[in-house]
């Protein structure tokens, strides 16, 4: 069955510091891959998506991912860390039938 | 409006009544879809629309739970005989095509949905 799995259920950062979110899919073809992110008490807002073409992708608000077909990772990453960056980030794909499969999640909590 | 609609925000019900959660979708957009956010489940897909008919039904979690989408638009989830479990956070999204594809899915707002 296909799965996406988020090994990190929170992590915590300093201010200014690099991030790496790790997302894991289970998949035959190439698939389609998004990061979505929830600040609290709000929809999901999408982030970034990888359909085709450049492994590495950019996104909104500073996020990039980058998709390694070998690895079945598509990790999330940010150089520079902000505190509005906290909030609930979510790795998801698309089922045969267009339902998304999300990860459990993790949660990014920022130290000043 | 510009983004995916729902109502009420907030709904809080007693055990046993039933319920009624209102999707309005993006205009021109053909796919809806309607998931549940609780505690400890994560984000759990319920079902999809394509147009007015759903193709999959797989996520809904009981009898108790029905849809409907009308004109290919707006759609309202049903909860029947309501059981503190429902508690959750109903979420609509919709997007230009269903299927596998690589349209993003836009969000709602979500109904915060507490049974008693």
């Known amino acids: 069955a296909q799965s996406v799995t988020q090994p990190d259920i929170h992590i915590t950062v300093s201010e200014g510091a690099s991030l790496e979110l790790r997302c894991n899919y289970s998949?035959?073809?190439?698939?389609?891959l998004f990061w979505y992110v929830q600040s609290p008490g709000q929809g999901l807002q999408l982030l970034l998506k990888y359909f085709s073409g450049d492994t590495l992708v950019q996104g909104i608000k500073g996020f990039e991912a980058e998709f390694k077909r070998s690895q079945s990772s598509f990790n999330l990453r940010k150089p520079s860390v902000h505190w509005s960056d906290a909030a609930e980030y979510f790795c998801?794909?698309?089922?045969?039938?267009?339902?998304?499969?999300f990860g459990q999640g993790t949660t990014l909590q920022v130290k000043p | 409006g510009a983004g995916v609609s729902q109502s009420p925000s907030n709904k809080v019900t007693e055990k046993g009544k039933d319920v009624e959660l209102r999707c309005d979708p993006i205009s021109g957009h053909t796919a809806l879809y309607w998931y549940r956010q609780s505690l400890g489940q994560g984000l759990e897909f319920l079902i999809y629309?394509?147009?007015?008919?759903?193709?999959?039904k797989s996520g809904l979690p009981s009898d108790r739970f029905s849809a409907e989408r009308t004109g290919g638009s707006v759609s309202t989830l049903t909860i029947q005989r309501t059981q503190q479990e429902d508690s959750a956070v109903y979420l609509c999204?919709?997007?230009?095509?269903?299927?596998?594809?690589?349209?993003?899915?836009?969000f709602g707002p979500g109904t915060r949905l507490t049974v008693l």
């Open positions: 998949y035959g073809a190439t698939p389609y």
């Open positions: 998801a794909a698309p089922s045969n039938t267009g339902k998304l499969i």
């Open positions: 629309f394509q147009g007015n008919s759903a193709p999959d």
């Open positions: 999204a919709s997007s230009l095509g269903g299927g596998v594809t690589h349209n993003e899915q836009f």
